[in-house]
């Protein structure tokens, strides 16, 4: 029986645990208890996800182009005078080609504008038209609710010690920020 299985109150199972498991058995000689983290937090990255889309989905968005909106909608919110390139480039965690391919998507579908940046005239700044800005103000409280819930099986003070030990995995991978 696995670390996991020894620490749990009750005789509940997940398809995480029949992987470690069937890993036990193939090969015994390798220790597959990352996957008991790794594998779960991989296995909710999908569920979770799938489960946004769904509600997403109701609105026509997708979450590659509402993940886009609402990173532009949060700097807006602090004042900035629109976004640059290579801030949602890092916040969306795309590659530069998948950037461009989704501002291009946004502008035509008529969610963003791409303006010459006033400090740097070789750059841009992208901010959102009035149809991506109530776009967001209007499928935002669906998509928090709709987080809420992905997480309701857990107590707020699980939610914060489990949001305290995925924050430490992200700084030793990413390193923390700075800025």
Not at 74 to 80: A, K
Not at 121 to 129: E, N, S, Y
Request: some cysteine; overall charge neutral; charged content about 30%.
């Amino acid at each position: 029986m696995n670390r996991h299985m020894t620490d749990v109150k009750n005789d509940l199972r997940d398809s995480i645990d029949e992987i470690v498991a069937g890993w036990e058995a193939c090969r015994p000689d390798l220790d597959a208890h990352h996957l008991e983290t790794v594998g779960r937090i991989v296995r909710l990255s999908l569920l979770m996800r799938d489960r946004i889309e769904k509600s997403l989905a109701d609105h026509g968005l997708a979450w590659d182009m509402f993940d886009l909106l609402l990173t532009v909608y949060r700097w807006e919110g602090t004042g900035s005078p629109g976004v640059r390139p290579t801030d949602l480039y890092s916040e969306c965690l795309l590659s530069s080609g998948g950037l461009t391919a989704r501002l291009r998507r946004a502008e035509e579908e008529g969610y963003i504008l791409r303006r010459r940046d006033p400090s740097d005239g070789r750059g841009a700044r992208i901010t959102l038209t009035a149809k991506g800005r109530n776009t967001v103000k209007k499928v935002v409280p669906g998509h928090f609710a709709t987080s809420h819930q992905l997480v309701g099986a857990l107590g707020a003070s699980d939610r914060d010690r489990l949001a305290d030990l995925l924050q430490r995995l992200v700084i030793s991978l990413e390193g923390p920020r700075t800025d």
